[in-house]
């Protein structure tokens, strides 16, 4: 687990975005100690899984793991910077790393868990759970944006870790138990697999799903992939509530084969990405988080914050805006589909 060791408390005093108070109760080692304790309390089987990287690579030294790594996903590493925990609104949490979006919303009686980037990234995630003084036995649901090894990849992991519930849309979960993707992924034959998800619970659309005394409901927004989903739930911050909206990603990318117009394996993909702009353009929505944090912004509004404007997070136009724009990016594909120059 050489990534773990990635930030030093340097780092992450640098990087603040708690309140100092919060910064003496959190060192990363600590955290990191926790995690550690967390996978050698897990059975046998528990443990093989943890530290086995995502390629059967188990005999090879570190660097050599890391090599293949960046050589299969030269975008993961940068993914996996560690991110120091923070409030992003009364009972939710940003719990990812920099790259890659997950959250917590808590709760005397349990949490949920938004998304667990990749299979490198969940015991950054536990850490900063913990860091945050929660316990990952307290998380009782998991949930997933799409299954995609950069936002699926740590849910095995972390379903270990937590004994918690995990539940998706039908094709989300039958991807999530094979832990690959399947012929209707538009990225299909690019994709990475991932650990496997074991007994993913099916949810139908708008389905609300309850843990502890958080209750979240399912919008599925799919076209990115077949099974995409978007959460939304309420969080309250002393009298002011507000809609929190975690949007799937929704951009067209494929494999070069693939094709949003005429797609045998995927023939809904177009409907699916229009039924779900709708669902975005009308949901409500004070504040936008997405599975790439950059694609809402957030590290800007986060900074802009930390600078004084206390409600920089807060945009009941975020959700429109997001789905407008994703609106035209299709516009473009399927053009550009249609014109024959892809
Ligand atoms: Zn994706």
Same mark, same amino acid.
């Given at each position: 687990?050489?990534? *773990?060791?990635?930030?030093? =408390?340097?780092?992450?005093?640098?990087?603040?975005? *708690?309140?100092?108070?919060?910064?003496?109760?959190?060192?990363?080692?600590?955290?990191?100690?926790?995690?550690? @304790?967390?996978?050698?309390?897990?059975?046998?089987?528990?443990?093989?899984?943890?530290?086995?990287?995502?390629?059967?690579?188990?005999?090879?030294?570190?660097?050599?793991?890391?090599?293949?790594?960046? $050589?299969?996903?030269?975008?993961?590493?940068?993914?996996?910077?560690?991110?120091?925990?923070?409030?992003?609104?009364?009972?939710?949490?940003?719990?990812?790393?920099?790259?890659?979006? @997950?959250?917590?919303?808590?709760?005397?009686?349990?949490?949920?868990?938004?998304?667990?980037?990749?299979?490198?990234?969940?015991?950054?995630?536990?850490?900063?759970?913990?860091?945050?003084?929660?316990?990952?036995? =307290?998380?009782?649901?998991?949930?997933?944006?799409?299954?995609?090894? =950069?936002?699926?990849?740590?849910?095995?992991? *972390?379903?270990?870790?937590?004994?918690?519930?995990?539940?998706?849309?039908?094709?989300?979960?039958?991807?999530?138990?094979?832990?690959?993707?399947?012929?209707?992924?538009?990225?299909?034959?690019?994709?990475?697999?991932?650990?496997?998800?074991?007994?993913?619970?099916?949810?139908?659309?708008?389905?609300?799903?309850?843990?502890?005394?958080?209750?979240?409901?399912?919008?599925?927004?799919?076209?990115?992939?077949?099974?995409?989903?978007?959460?939304?739930?309420?969080?309250?911050?002393?009298?002011?509530?507000?809609?929190?909206?975690? @949007?799937?990603?929704?951009?067209?990318?494929?494999?070069?084969?693939?094709?949003?117009?005429?797609?045998?394996?995927? @023939?809904?993909?177009?409907?699916?990405? $229009?039924?779900?702009?709708?669902?975005?353009?009308?949901?409500?929505?004070?504040?936008?988080?997405?599975?790439?944090?950059?694609?809402?912004?957030?590290?800007?509004?986060?900074?802009?914050?930390?600078?004084?404007?206390?409600?920089?997070?807060?945009?009941?136009?975020?959700?429109?805006?997001?789905?407008?724009?994703?609106?035209?990016?299709?516009?473009?594909?399927?053009?550009?589909?249609?014109?024959?120059?892809?």
């Amino acid at each position: 687990m050489f990534f *773990l060791h990635a930030a030093t =408390d340097a780092w992450y005093t640098a990087n603040s975005l *708690l309140a100092p108070s919060h910064l003496l109760l959190i060192r990363v080692s600590t955290a990191t100690a926790a995690v550690a @304790a967390l996978l050698a309390a897990a059975p046998t089987s528990v443990r093989a899984q943890s530290a086995a990287p995502p390629m059967s690579t188990t005999n090879l030294p570190a660097n050599a793991v890391a090599a293949n790594r960046a $050589k299969e996903c030269p975008s993961c590493a940068t993914w996996n910077a560690a991110q120091q925990p923070f409030r992003v609104f009364g009972n939710t949490w940003f719990v990812g790393t920099h790259g890659l979006s @997950a959250l917590l919303v808590t709760s005397p009686n349990g949490h949920i868990l938004v998304d667990g980037g990749l299979p490198e990234s969940a015991p950054l995630i536990a850490a900063n759970v913990a860091a945050l003084g929660f316990r990952m036995q =307290d998380v009782k649901l998991i949930v997933n944006s799409h299954d995609h090894h =950069d936002h699926a990849g740590g849910i095995a992991q *972390l379903q270990q870790l937590s004994g918690a519930r995990v539940v998706a849309s039908a094709p989300s979960a039958r991807v999530l138990m094979r832990g690959d993707s399947e012929s209707d992924d538009p990225q299909f034959g690019g994709t990475l697999p991932f650990p496997k998800v074991r007994d993913v619970e099916v949810i139908r659309n708008n389905q609300i799903v309850r843990a502890g005394d958080n209750v979240i409901t399912a919008r599925f927004t799919g076209g990115h992939t077949p099974g995409g989903t978007s959460w939304s739930w309420l969080s309250c911050e002393n009298a002011l509530c507000l809609d929190i909206v975690y @949007a799937d990603s929704q951009t067209p990318i494929s494999a070069d084969d693939f094709f949003y117009t005429r797609s045998k394996t995927y @023939a809904t993909g177009v409907r699916d990405f $229009k039924n779900g702009f709708r669902v975005l353009e009308q949901v409500r929505c004070a504040i936008l988080v997405t599975p790439h944090p950059d694609a809402s912004n957030l590290w800007q509004r986060v900074a802009q914050r930390d600078s004084g404007q206390t409600n920089a997070l807060i945009d009941s136009s975020a959700c429109q805006r997001y789905a407008q724009a994703a609106r035209q990016r299709l516009a473009t594909r399927l053009a550009t589909e249609k014109s024959g120059r892809k």
